[in-house]
Nanobody, 127 residues
C-alpha cells in the first residue's frame, strides 16, 4: 500500500558526490521515520542514516561526516547526500520507512523492524 522509490544512483569516480532521493506514496505520514540502508553482495544489510520528526538524525559511524540525511515533509521526499565516495561505497542503496509513532533503539542494526522498503538504487564508485 505504501510505496517507496529510490532514485539518483549511478556510476561515479572516487571522491565524487551523489544525492539519492526517496519518494513515498500511499498512506504514509510525513512525520514517519525515514531511513537509508545499503547491502553489498554477500553482505548483510547495513544501516546508514535515519531521520525522525523533530529534526533528529542518527548515522552509522562508518558514514558519519560524509553522508547527510534530509527530508522535505511537504513532498514526502527523503534525501541522502553522499560525499567523498570510495569503492567501498559501491552497492545497492535502499530507503525505508516506519509507521508514525514507532520507536527505535539505537544503534540501529539491519532494519528488520522497518515497515516499508524501496527496491534499491545502484551506486558504483570506481577509480
Amino acid at each position: 500500500q505504501v510505496e517507496l522509490v529510490e532514485s539518483g544512483g549511478g556510476s561515479v569516480q572516487v571522491g565524487a558526490s551523489l544525492k539519492l532521493s526517496c519518494s513515498a506514496s500511499g498512506p504514509i505520514s510525513s512525520n514517519a521515520a525515514r531511513a537509508w540502508f545499503r547491502q553489498a553482495p554477500g553482505k548483510e544489510r547495513e544501516f546508514l542514516a535515519i531521520s525522525w520528526g523533530g529534526g533528529f538524525h542518527n548515522y552509522a559511524n562508518s558514514v558519519r561526516g560524509r553522508f547527510t540525511i534530509s527530508r522535505d515533509d511537504a513532498s514526502n521526499v527523503v534525501y541522502l547526500q553522499m560525499t567523498s565516495l570510495t569503492p567501498d561505497d559501491t552497492t545497492v542503496y535502499y530507503c525505508a520507512a516506519a509507521r508514525e509513532g514507532k520507536h527505535f533503539i539505537l544503534p540501529i542494526k539491519n532494519g528488520d523492524d522497518m515497515d516499508y522498503w524501496g527496491t534499491g538504487t545502484l551506486v558504483t564508485v570506481s577509480s
